[in-house]
């Protein structure tokens, strides 16, 4: 049954990352037409954000309830509704409205995906999963921009994506019954259990510390993403239209990295990988932190990328193992909601530090995130895990 679900897993995760990119590719046509500022898009992707953050904690309780099968079906239609609610959206009030069941359905699909594949997989698919959400993520601004080429509004993008988010739903609702022959195969013997709240979860030996990996994780590849073009732009001295293309890139050595992460993965445990990960982030701020506008920065940002393709699969396929299959749906829900937290908080923060100081302080600013990712993960290493 798992070899059959496998193909609709993979399909899923090019689907939860086909709106993530969205927003910040229509905005540009979205603002002048809503009439707000051009800042405002930041109040959407806070909203967003949030409703992950409140769906990933509950989702202990929810898979606990349904079943992951369900948890996916219902979460994708709940994004696919919010799509088809932002593509008929005329208003900013609107648009934040639609954006609450917007980011409830993607932490719940999100969180529910993730301890699925690392209880029931091997870690390599972790990684060739997340780079299927990278080829979603790249796709959903590829469409948008199509829609707009082709003189439609950007309501019209919304509403693509919105119809391929149905199909989705259609398929997974048709495979609930090899979900639920899956479930019931893999928790023959196992004994009941209850949800866990917050404070219990916060109490298992390790939880605080791989918390705060996910959050700073998530702090580094968010504020590198959103702050590099700037960086190369206004610091390094590169054209504005280089620098965009060169920040791209970016994302693409997250995409190529995860996806031939899938093949070290055979050769390497999840430690090692993330191991390895960090290290490579670490020769990338380094070479950004080295004087000039050579390649060397430009290349730097690329390790930079490189080197976090394999952490967040691999941390989040450790779980189980980590800290028992009866508790990891738990962690990985505290997990997703610290790395929104980081989301959150942090490339913001960094904006406020390039506002009064100077937008070179991005390579400093990530090591420091770096050195207590690092120092976190080796307490990590070091906790004992919970008995499954």
Not at 62 to 83: D, I, N, P
Not at 354 to 383: E, N, Q, W
Request: glycine share 10%.
């Amino acid at each position: 049954m798992l070899h059959l679900l496998l193909p609709i897993i993979y399909l899923a995760f090019i689907s939860l990352g086909l709106p993530d990119a969205l927003l910040g590719s229509a905005w540009p046509s979205m603002y002048p037409q809503l009439g707000v500022p051009v800042s405002y898009a930041g109040i959407i992707s806070m909203i967003i954000a949030l409703g992950t953050i409140v769906s990933s904690l509950m989702s202990d309780r929810l898979t606990l309830r349904l079943g992951a099968g369900k948890v996916t079906a219902v979460s994708v239609a709940a994004t696919a509704t919010a799509l088809f609610g932002f593509s008929f959206s005329g208003s900013f009030l609107s648009l934040c409205l639609w954006a609450i069941p917007y980011g409830l359905g993607a932490g719940s699909v999100d969180t529910a995906l993730n301890n699925y594949v690392a209880l029931h997989y091997e870690s390599r698919h972790m990684s060739w999963l997340h780079c299927m959400w990278g080829i979603g993520a790249s796709i959903g601004p590829y469409i948008m921009g199509y829609v707009l080429t082709a003189g439609s509004a950007w309501n019209g993008g919304y509403r693509v994506i919105g119809v391929l988010q149905v199909i989705l739903t259609v398929i997974l609702l048709c495979s609930l019954p090899l979900w639920k022959a899956a479930s019931s195969k893999s928790e023959e013997g196992r004994a009941p259990r209850k949800a866990l709240s917050l404070p219990r979860i916060l109490r298992i030996p390790g939880a605080k510390a791989v918390m705060i990996c996910f959050f700073c994780y998530c702090a580094i590849e968010q504020t590198a993403g959103l702050w590099a073009a700037s960086y190369l732009s206004l610091y390094k001295g590169i054209p504005a239209e280089t620098a965009a293309g060169f920040a791209s890139m970016f994302y693409l050595g997250i995409t190529i990295g995860r996806a031939v992460s899938g093949f070290v993965t055979m050769k390497l445990n999840d430690t090692q990988m993330v191991k390895l990960g960090l290290g490579t982030i670490a020769v990338g701020i380094l070479a950004m932190l080295l004087p000039g506008n050579t390649w060397i920065p430009i290349a730097g940002l690329i390790l930079v990328g490189l080197g976090c393709a394999p952490i967040y699969p691999a941390m989040i396929h450790a779980t189980p193992a980590r800290f028992g299959a009866q508790q990891s749906q738990a962690i990985v829900g505290v997990q997703m909601a610290s790395a929104y937290i980081g989301i959150c908080i942090m490339p913001p923060l960094f904006g406020i530090l390039a506002k009064v100081i100077s937008v070179a302080l991005l390579p400093a600013y990530l090591l420091v995130i770096l050195i207590l990712m690092s120092a976190t993960f080796a307490r990590l290493g070091s906790a004992p895990a919970a008995a499954s």
